[in-house]
């Protein structure tokens, strides 16, 4: 199993570009996240979804949108990028609230 | 809302000491997971704890869960170079349905 798949691994971004973060996973978890981690801290989560077609805000969301067509996919999208959203992202997924979270890699943005 | 906090931020130890990590939440919680972290790399799962009291032993590493399920703490024995990394709790968000709170997180590094 791959798990939990992000694409890309390195992005630099100019200020006002867009793009998407892709993640994908083949577990068949129905909850999906995505979190975003600055230099030497925590985690703090952007967005996250509990199904196909339903998504919700969690403590950072300004800035992103994100979409869930499918179980597999949670695309993240950063409209304008700003220097503020340099940061390593990470998409993660589980099974259920008790169960472990599995993680992507990560994409590591750079805007300038 | 609901507050995660870990001390210490940063410790460093010589390899053979102990270490320990202490997280502090907020509010009650029903259950709480650890994660390492390696350098440049992802949160990848240790351990869940449950039980009011819990008391989880991975090799070198104890877990323990306090009573009042308010706080957590890791503890390593004797630290080996292989230890090196950012070690976080994470709870269920209060009424949050199926969100993670990380805690501040604790930087590990081991010198020879």
């Known amino acids: 199993n791959a798990g939990v798949t992000q694409t890309p691994k390195f992005r630099i971004l100019k200020i006002g570009q867009s793009m998407t973060l892709q993640c994908t996973q083949d577990?068949?978890?129905?909850?999906m996240y995505w979190y975003r981690q600055d230099p030497g801290m925590g985690l703090k989560l952007i967005y996250y979804s509990v199904g196909a077609g339903i998504t919700d805000k969690g403590e950072v969301p300004n800035g992103y949108n994100v979409s869930r067509s499918t179980t597999e996919d949670f695309p993240l999208r950063l409209e304008l990028a700003a220097p503020s959203q340099t940061s390593v992202y990470f998409c993660?997924?589980?099974?259920?609230?008790?169960?472990?979270?599995?993680f992507g890699n990560g994409t590591r943005l750079t805007v300038t | 809302g609901q507050q995660v906090m870990q001390i210490p931020q940063y410790q460093h130890v010589q390899e053979g000491e102990d270490f320990t990590t202490y997280c502090n939440s907020s509010?009650?919680?029903?259950?709480i997971q650890w994660y390492k972290q390696r350098p440049g790399g992802h949160p990848v799962f240790l351990i869940q704890?449950?039980?009011?009291?819990e008391v989880k032993k991975q090799k070198r590493l104890t877990f323990q869960f306090g009573e009042a399920k308010k706080n957590s703490s890791l503890h390593i024995t004797a630290t080996q170079t292989t230890d090196v990394g950012t070690y976080f709790c994470a709870g269920p968000v209060t009424g949050g349905g199926n969100k993670l709170t990380f805690g501040t997180g604790t930087q590990l590094k081991v010198e020879l």
């Open positions: 704890l449950v039980k009011s009291g």
């Open positions: 993660a997924s589980l099974a259920t609230i008790m169960s472990p979270l599995h």
């Open positions: 577990m068949n978890h129905n909850y």
């Open positions: 509010t009650t919680l029903s259950n």
